[in-house]
C-alpha cells in the first residue's frame, strides 16, 4: 500500500531573508523607553500621596475612633477576620472564604498573627503613657486590663453607640454623657497620637531582632475597613465602581484587568461573601483554557470557524485574489480548505506562486 504523501511546511524551501532579532529587541526597546520617558515627562502621571491614619484623624476624627473601637471590641472588620491574621473573634471568624468545603485561606494558619485590642489600642496607648509618664492613661489601661470581659464590652458597646451621636468641636470629638468607664480617655489619647502622626510609628513596633522596623503589617491594616472604603468612595475607586480599572482622573487605567474587574460587577462575584475567591479562580481557569486552547478537542478549531487570522492577513489575501496567484498552486486545494482534509503534495523543487516576492499587488 502506497501511503500518500502530504505537504511538509518547511520553511527552508522557500526564499529566505536575514533577520536579527535580537537586534530588533534591542532597537525596539531603546524607541519604547525613550518614547515613554519623554511622555511621562511631558503629561506626567495621576499621583496621591499614600493615605495615612494621620489624616483620615485630622480629617474624620469620629471615623478613626470607630475604628479603633472597632479594634478594642472585636467589632471591626481586622478584628474578626480569620486567617492569616487570626481565628476570628473568640473564634468567630467573619471573613473566611471558601467554595463549598475549598478554602485555601484556611490552609495556613494564622503566620501574620493579629490581636486587634493590644496591637492597635492598648499596647499603643501604654507606649504613649510611658514616654509620656501620664498617670491618668495608665491608670486607664490598667482599669480596662483588670476589668472582666463583660464589663469591658459593656463600655465598649455604650461608647460605640455614642459614637454615633458624635459632634466634632475645636478638633475633638463630644459625645453625650454616659457610662463609658476608661474607654472615653483611652480613645481621646488614641485619637490625639494618631494626629500626631506617632500612631503608624506604634503600630509598626516590630522590629528585626531590635535593630531595624520592618514590619508595616499593622500600620496598612489599622484603617482597613470603613475607612478606606469610605475614602475610596470619593474617588470613584471601589469595587462596584470598577475601581482597579481605571485611574482616579482623567487617564487611561489599566485595561488588561477589564474581564476580571467586570467579575466583580456581576453576581456572584458581586453578592457572594466569597466573591474574591469566585473571581480569581474563574480567571485562573480562563486563563488555563487560554493557555491550553491548542491542545482541547473542539476548542482549537476554533481558528477555523473564526477566521480572525484573515482580518489580520487581509492585505496578504487580498495579494493572492488580485494576482490570482492560488491557481497553478500545488497547495490551492489545502489552502483554500484552510487545511481541513488531504493535503496536496509539492515537489522539492516547487515554490508555490504565493511566496513569489516578484509579485506584488496592482
Known amino acids: 500500500m502506497i501511503r500518500k504523501a502530504r ?34 515627562a511631558i503629561f506626567g502621571a495621576p499621583y496621591r500621596p499614600a493615605i495615612t491614619n494621620q489624616e483620615i484623624a485630622n480629617q474624620k476624627p469620629i471615623l478613626v475612633m470607630q475604628t479603633a473601637m472597632g479594634d478594642l471590641d472585636g467589632q471591626g472588620e481586622m478584628a474578626a477576620y480569620g486567617p ?16 463549598g468545603p475549598f478554602s485555601p485561606q484556611t490552609w495556613w494558619g494564622t503566620p501574620y498573627h493579629l490581636y486587634t485590642p493590644n496591637a492597635d489600642v492598648i499596647t499603643p496607648l501604654t507606649m ?18 483588670a476589668a472582666s470581659y463583660t464589663q469591658q464590652q459593656a463600655w465598649d ?19 453625650p454623657s454616659g457610662q463609658y468607664g476608661p474607654v472615653q480617655l483611652m480613645m481621646n489619647d488614641e485619637l490625639a ?22 514590619n508595616i503589617q499593622n500600620d496598612l491594616l489599622f484603617l482597613q475597613g470603613p475607612a478606606l472604603h469610605q475614602y475610596a468612595k470619593t474617588i470613584d475607586m471601589r469595587g ?19 474581564p476580571y474587574t467586570f467579575l466583580y460587577q456581576v453576581p456572584p462575584g458581586s453578592t ?15 486563563f488555563g483554557l487560554l493557555v491550553l486552547l491548542p491542545f482541547i478537542p473542539g476548542l482549537n478549531k476554533l481558528p477555523r470557524v473564526l477566521p480572525v487570522h484573515r482580518a489580520i492577513w487581509r492585505d496578504w489575501y487580498k495579494r493572492l485574489e488580485t494576482t490570482n496567484a492560488c491557481a497553478s498552486c500545488p497547495l490551492a486545494t489545502s489552502c483554500n480548505k484552510e487545511f481541513h482534509g488531504p493535503m496536496t503534495a509539492a515537489a522539492d523543487h516547487e515554490i508555490p506562486a504565493c511566496y513569489d516576492q516578484t509579485t506584488s499587488v496592482g
Open 157 to 175: 458597646n455604650n461608647f460605640t453607640n455614642a459614637l454615633n451621636k458624635a459632634t466634632v468641636q475645636n478638633g475633638q470629638v463630644v459625645v
Open 7 to 40: 505537504f511538509e511546511r518547511n520553511t527552508l524551501r522557500f526564499p529566505q531573508k536575514d533577520f536579527d532579532m535580537v537586534k530588533e529587541g534591542i532597537v525596539s526597546l531603546g524607541i519604547i523607553g525613550v518614547a515613554v520617558v519623554i511622555v511621562a
Open 272 to 286: 457572594s461573601p466569597s466573591g474574591d475567591e469566585i473571581v480569581a479562580y474563574t480567571i485562573a481557569i480562563l
Open 193 to 214: 497620637l494618631a494626629k500626631s502622626g506617632l500612631l503608624s510609628g506604634a503600630l509598626d513596633r516590630e522590629t528585626n531582632n531590635g535593630v531595624y522596623r520592618w
Open 128 to 145: 504613649l503613657a510611658t514616654a509620656s509618664n501620664d498617670t491618668p492613661l495608665q491608670a486607664a489601661i490598667q482599669t480596662y486590663n
Open 240 to 258: 462596584g465602581q470598577w475601581g482597579i480599572n481605571h485611574d482616579e482622573q482623567a487617564y487611561p487605567g489599566p485595561w488588561w484587568l477589564t
Open 84 to 99: 492569616p491574621y487570626n481565628n476570628g473573634w473568640h473564634g468567630v471568624a467573619q471573613n473566611i472564604q471558601s467554595i
